[in-house]
Each structure stands twice: as structure tokens, then as C-alpha cells.
């Protein structure tokens, strides 16, 4: 009996989750796929399961994702002045959940940042090959790369999302510190939110100095014990 393809799988998986998805967004999420299972299998951007495609990898990199993005309002997430709402994802890594969010919201500029060159040129790959317009890769640490001498300049001939502009932040797999939480706060405009995805066991809130409130957490797939926290800056 031939094997479901990896679109099939991608596929049934969502509608399980009741997850919905437009055909060129269903189009790019299975490009998604199948780029990081190529460039997979020479730096290491996930140990999920991705040759055969396993159902938690569709949960983890696609189906979380997918559903953060309904937190995203676009009264929540209005831009100033006309101007493009801004995302940005702390260590982007693999490209989940930055990649899907984007694909869902296609309204935000995104800025990828991750501190590893090689995962960042499978970022700055995957941007080009998916036509993901507004959307831009930093390889620096989010501490540094927000510091006093970054800010009005350019990183990589790239313009530097400007601190208190952002309107959401998202972040996973992240040893989520208080120099961290600290940068995330300096990132965010007021009311702006923060998508914080973690797992059961994972790191305690953000401590008061940060400045972020807990808004709410639920849980996005109880098996997988995968957690949703979103933080707002206050106003």
C-alpha cells in the first residue's frame, strides 16, 4: 500500500485540529515542510521526526503556530500611522513558529533573528523560496542586537525593527532569562503582545520587572502539552 505524501499528511492533520488554511497558504506551509526537511539533513534546525513526517511535527511547527495566529486581531495588532504592523521572532531557529505565523498574517513585517549563521541562511533560504514579502533575517542575539549603539543604524544592511515600534513579539525554545525578557519589553509599543509558546514543565513568568502582564494561557494541544502564554506591555 503506497504511503501517504507528506501534503497528505499535512493536510489530514489540520483539519484534525480544525485548523483552516487558504490553498496558497496550505501551498506554502507543505513548501515549508519540505525545505526544512532538505535542509535538515545538513544543520540541524529540528530533531522532530521530518522524513517520514510525523503528526507531532505538523503539531509543533505548523498547527501551534496556526493557532497563536487567531490571537492576533487586527484591532490588537493596528499599525501606527499606516504603517505595516511589526513581528518579530526571537530565535528563529527551524522557522516555527515565525514562518506560519507570517503565512497566516501576511500583514506583518517580520523580522527573523537568529544567532547561528548556518540556521540563518536556511531562514533567509526559505523567506526567498516561500515569497514571503516584508520579511528580513538578523544573525545577532536579541540582547546585543537591541543595545543603545544598534538602534537608528543598520544590521546587515537590513533596517533594525525601532524599540517601543514592535507590535508582537513571538518566542519558543528560548532560555527565556530576565536580560531576555527585559530586550522583549524594550522591543514592544505599548499594548503590544508577546506569543510565548512552551511546553508543560517549562520556565516560570516573566518577572515583574519586564513590564509584560499576563494576558492569558491555554493550552494549543493538550497531548503534546504545548502552552500558549500571551503577555501584553501595558499601555
Not at 62 to 90: C, F, H, K, N, Q
Request: net charge positive.
Amino acid at each position: 500500500m503506497a504511503q501517504p505524501t507528506a501534503d497528505s499528511r499535512i493536510r489530514s492533520q489540520l483539519d484534525r485540529r480544525g485548523v483552516a488554511a487558504s490553498e496558497a497558504q496550505f501551498a506554502q506551509l507543505c513548501a515549508y515542510i519540505g525545505l526544512i526537511t532538505k535542509w535538515n539533513r545538513k544543520v540541524n534546525l529540528t530533531s522532530l521526526t521530518l522524513s517520514p513526517l510525523s503528526d507531532e511535527a505538523i503539531d509543533r511547527l505548523l498547527v501551534e503556530p496556526l493557532i497563536a495566529a487567531r490571537a492576533l486581531l487586527d484591532e490588537s495588532a493596528s499599525p501606527d500611522r499606516g504603517e505595516r504592523p511589526i513581528l518579530v521572532d526571537v530565535g528563529s531557529g527551524g522557522g516555527s513558529p515565525a514562518i506560519p505565523l507570517k503565512i497566516a498574517k501576511p500583514q506583518f513585517q517580520l523580522t527573523m533573528i537568529e544567532s547561528r549563521a548556518r540556521k540563518s541562511a536556511f531562514l533567509r533560504d526559505a523567506a526567498r523560496q516561500l515569497a514571503l514579502s516584508g520579511t528580513e533575517v538578523i544573525t545577532d542575539r536579541l540582547e546585543d542586537f537591541i543595545q543603545t549603539e544598534n538602534l537608528g543604524r543598520r544590521v546587515e544592511n537590513r533596517p533594525v525593527p525601532p524599540c517601543g515600534k514592535v507590535a508582537v513579539v513571538s518566542v519558543r525554545a528560548v532560555r527565556a532569562d530576565e536580560s531576555l525578557w527585559g530586550a522583549i519589553g524594550a522591543l514592544l509599543r505599548p499594548g503590544g503582545l508577546v506569543l510565548w509558546f512552551r511546553t508543560g514543565g517549562g520556565p516560570n513568568d516573566p518577572p515583574q520587572a519586564s513590564a509584560l502582564e499576563v494576558v492569558e494561557s491555554t493550552l494549543l494541544i493538550p497531548e503534546r502539552s504545548s502552552e500558549l502564554v500571551i503577555l501584553r506591555k501595558p499601555s
